[in-house]
């Protein structure tokens, strides 16, 4: 009984530990999508095809499309690929073949209090099966 009381702390506490957790997804679009956008004197229509695999990823602070990219620390590498030490931001970004890109917004920006941060993060970018994933507690 003891044993099961301690594991269910011991869960309890990595549940709450860990704060932010976002995956990029593995291709974007799901299917084919339309644009809105017509440059110019154009009268056609833009087309960003589907499942375009997962390249590489970045991290934002500031608005949607923002071009306040943050640096990254230093990439470890660990069995599999690499963690990335990095600071709270406001917006995971998931990059795609052919210029495609996923804004997340993380949420992790608002765990600061009075300008000190109280969380970590990293990014976890794993070669097999090709994921990248922000953690943050």
Known sequence: MRMLLIAGIALACN???QLVTVECPKSYP???SALDVTP???RGRGLVPANNPLEDWGIFDGEFGSSMQIHAGEAVKVPGG???QVPPVRWFVCYYRGGVSWWE???ADKLMENGQIKVGCSVQSRVKGKT??????
Do not use: Q, R, Y
């Open 15 to 17: 549940a709450n530990a």
């Open 105 to 107: 917004e993380t949420g």
């Open 82 to 84: 690499t963690d990335t």
């Open 40 to 42: 110019g004197s154009h």
């Open 30 to 32: 799901p299917k084919p």
């Open 132 to 137: 990248m994933t922000l953690v943050c507690k």
